[in-house]
């Protein structure tokens, strides 16, 4: 489909039966997991689960491994890894690896660096000491960052300005120590338009003060790169947006995909951002990122950055970014915090086994697996802890979000809380870590 060449890079001689594999998917939603050498790693369930939760246009052979810039090679217990990676954020090549007999083939589509880790070091301490040279790393992720609360998994494209504030009130008198008070997708008119929906949102600024009255925060979900069929933006901008591109289908429709060539509507991107942040935004979750770096004539990872620059240029410091369906390697540098797995939900397993599909047990799978990467390249974000009754294997979610370092967000309406989730919550929400930071034990081996 891309007429990529993959050209070998090494043979590996490996222990069949002991070996395991590092794969590390391309972005926020893609599968990350140690796997059995003699297994194969995830693949998706559709073709739009292709687009939206792996590489676009990368897809990975019928056996085997791909990883996007970054697998890892545990030949033997003990022995030191081996990792090919990406020499920067820049060029990404798809990594592959394939076993054959007692050895390891590993092939790669453009240029891969290969690092050897100590010997006895585990696959967290080769790819946490790699990550820390990755060029990028140490810009963020080295202060905390605050407990945030979530609108979008208890109220979906539900959610007001009303609720967003009464989740507020309700989690102070309850003791949750939660700082941001984040309105998920739903605030806007529609996806695009980056500006609220009057009847809904009626005056941010008030909620912005509100918010502020109490010592707490207002966040906003905001997705700069794309827009939904409905949109103002796409009715009065046509040519803003690229027929080419395809990003995949949401809100009801084709998702736009935002010409970043365009400096009219980058330009327009910028003064929504300064707007609200003028109006006491102080935390944005950018979110469907990768959507800004489809494959395309004059697309691709070099404008990705260089939008999310000018972003980052516009907001400053005045407010932290935390970056979401987003291209991992290409953000290295770029956001204060990045989400590094699917979406969370009450279910525990995924649709169709595919772990980029929303679930507790895919986030819980890929976030472990991203460890990594907190505190060097950025403050990991693995989603919400939900913690309200109905939810699958609650007491298994809250203690592996315990061990990590990352932040914290509630994604339950405190009133929904019985006394175990209040509990819970209660003890889990605290300010990321500062730094890297491992979690206990070996990282687990999954079996797709
Ligand atoms: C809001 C949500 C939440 C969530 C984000 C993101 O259709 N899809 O494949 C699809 C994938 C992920 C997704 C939504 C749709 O979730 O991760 O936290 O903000 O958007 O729309």
Known sequence: ??????????????????????????????????????????????????????????????????????????????????????????????????????????????????????????????????????????????????????????????????????????????????????????????????????????????????????GLELGLWLAPFVAAEGSESARRHPDWYRSDLDAGRNWKGQILVLDLSREAALAHLRGRLEGLADLGVSYFKLDFLYAGALEGEGSGIAPYRRAMESIRGTLGTKARIVACGAPLLPTVGLADAVRVGPDTAPNWEPQGGDLSQPSGRSAHVVCRARAFAHGRWWANDPDCLLARPGVENRGRRARQLAVLAGMTSSGDLPEELDRWGLAVTRRLMRPSVAGPSAPPGPMPETRA
């Not at 050209?7 to 794969?23: F, I």
């Not at 790393?137 to 967003?164: I, M, N, Q």
């Not at 309850?174 to 941001?180: F, I, M, N, T």
């Open 1 to 214: 489909m891309t007429g990529r060449e993959f050209a070998p890079v090494a043979v590996l001689d490996c222990d069949p039966r002991t070996a395991q594999v590092y794969e590390f998917g391309w972005q926020s939603w893609s599968p990350a997991a140690l796997y059995p050498a003699a297994s194969r790693s995830a693949r998706p369930m559709s073709r739009l689960a292709q687009v939206m939760g792996y590489r676009p246009g990368r897809p990975a052979p019928p056996e085997g491994f791909q990883g996007e810039g970054l697998l890892a090679v545990a030949r033997e217990d003990g022995e030191p890894i081996v990792i090919f990676a990406a020499g920067g954020p820049d060029q990404v090549p798809s990594i592959r690896a394939k076993l054959r007999g007692g050895r390891m083939e590993v092939s790669a589509d453009g240029e891969v660096q290969v690092h050897i880790s100590e010997k006895g070091a585990g696959m967290d301490q080769a790819l946490g000491s790699w990550a820390a040279s990755f060029p990028g790393a140490g810009l963020y992720g080295r202060e905390p960052l605050p407990a945030v609360w979530c609108s979008w998994y208890c109220l979906k494209d539900r959610v007001t300005a009303a609720s967003v504030l009464g989740a507020a009130r309700s989690a102070k008198r309850r003791g949750l120590p939660l700082q941001v008070f984040q309105a998920d997708d739903g605030w806007q008119r529609a996806t695009g338009d980056w500006w609220p929906d009057r009847e809904r949102f009626g005056d941010l600024g008030e909620l912005a003060r509100a918010l502020r009255a109490e």
